[in-house]
């Protein structure tokens, strides 16, 4: 199997398991992977949140785990990645507004190298302009950003452990997803897994 390089864009208050789980998952396969913020160098951390599903009307948020920034948002090249993946959480939403993170997705999404993203992380897809006519999945209550954008909205089943590809890109609707969201990246990425 070929090393692949993977971006990873994120920030203060990204979902605790959508970037702890899917960065140990893609290097257990063999894969390198770049973790960048904006404003934050390499050994700089950023905070992130738990958020569960614990019968209320929206998920509840608890303080997570420090994440270290493993490379500089500053000297991102696209050309030199295989692949981005997108984390959800909290964090989504005000690093849309960020021209640079635009700039990134919009060049990965352009060259069509695989793209990941789960739950709230849709949102900087949205504000990148990408979503046009493409199918894609979130978290529930950024369907209304989906489908504003002119993405076709593909339905969570009610367990939230389902994810679609449409092109070089993959959606999940939250963390319950990773099994078939990092499975389906790892096809996109032309990974093979042997037992």
């Known amino acids: ?3 692949k390089k993977i971006l990873m864009l994120a920030g203060d208050f990204v979902e605790d398991y959508e ?5 140990q998952m893609l290097l257990m396969v063999g ?3 770049d973790v960048v913020s904006p404003g934050k160098k390499p050994g700089d951390v950023i905070a992130t949140a738990v958020h569960d599903f614990e019968g209320h009307q929206t998920y509840t948020e608890k303080r997570g785990h420090n994440f270290m920034i ?5 000297a991102v090249d696209c050309a030199a990645y295989d692949g981005l993946v997108v984390p959800g959480g909290r964090s989504p939403e005000y690093l849309r507004l960020n021209p640079r993170v635009i700039e990134i997705i919009r060049e990965m999404d352009g060259a069509k190298k695989p793209i990941a993203a789960i739950c709230h992380g849709q949102q ?3 504000s990148a302009g990408i979503l046009k006519g493409r199918s894609c999945t979130a978290y529930p209550a950024v369907k209304p ?3 504003d954008a002119g993405g076709v909205w593909c339905e969570p089943n009610a367990t939230a452990t389902n994810a679609f590809v449409d092109g070089n890109l993959v959606t999940g ?3 319950p997803a990773h099994p078939e969201w990092m499975a389906l990246y790892l096809k996109l990425l032309g990974t093979k897994i042997e037992a």
């Open 1 to 3: 199997m070929a090393k």
């Open 124 to 126: 900087m897809l949205v």
């Open 70 to 74: 493993n490379a500089d948002f500053d």
């Open 19 to 23: 970037i702890m789980v899917p960065y």
């Open 173 to 175: 609707p939250a963390w």
């Open 145 to 147: 950003d989906v489908v």
């Open 31 to 33: 894969h390198d992977v």
